[in-house]
């Protein structure tokens, strides 16, 4: 019983007053989101090459983005976005398409983590949005950790 309770009084304090963490008010959160909300929690990490141009790990995936997935079944597919759905939490690629019984093609739903964008559509508010991430990433890995040659590493 003791260590049953020492489990419990062993917890980090919540750090923030307005965010619950209790994890059924997180998902009843998550789940009915404003569509603007759902735009950045469908984000979609950049590929190597794009972070190293960018220096940026992540945007919110739009329409005319050019995919690879990364994950499942149709793990190596590449095509262009043709469709965001934010109301189904997943995204249409060009290519990937299966046939019904009488024929017809229907779009294959990806989820958007499971993809990793090649290639970015970039518009004036795109370019804005990864400048100022850019800004904010360098300002946190300059405030943020130090080197050995920023502190000495004796002990005294």
Not at 1 to 29: G, N, P, Y
Not at 90 to 115: A, R, T
Request: glycine share 6%; proline share 3%; with cysteine.
């Amino acid at each position: 019983f003791c260590f049953f309770l020492f489990k419990f009084c062993d917890r980090e304090m919540k750090t923030h007053i307005d965010v619950s963490s209790s994890r059924r008010k997180q998902r009843k959160a998550h789940f009915s989101a404003s569509s603007h909300i759902k735009r950045r929690l469908m984000a979609t990490h950049l590929s190597k090459d794009l972070k190293r141009k960018y220096n940026v790990r992540a945007v919110p995936i739009r329409k005319d983005d050019e995919v690879i997935v990364v994950r499942g079944q149709l793990k190596g597919s590449k095509g262009k976005v043709t469709q965001v759905y934010r109301k189904r939490w997943c995204i249409y690629v060009e290519k990937l398409v299966k046939q019904k019984l009488n024929g017809q093609p229907v779009n294959i739903p990806i989820d958007p983590s499971k993809c990793v964008i090649t290639k970015l559509k970039i518009d004036r508010d795109r370019n804005e949005l990864l400048a100022r991430k850019e800004r904010g990433i360098s300002a946190k890995n300059k405030d943020g950790k130090y080197t050995g040659k920023d502190v000495s590493m004796g002990v005294d």
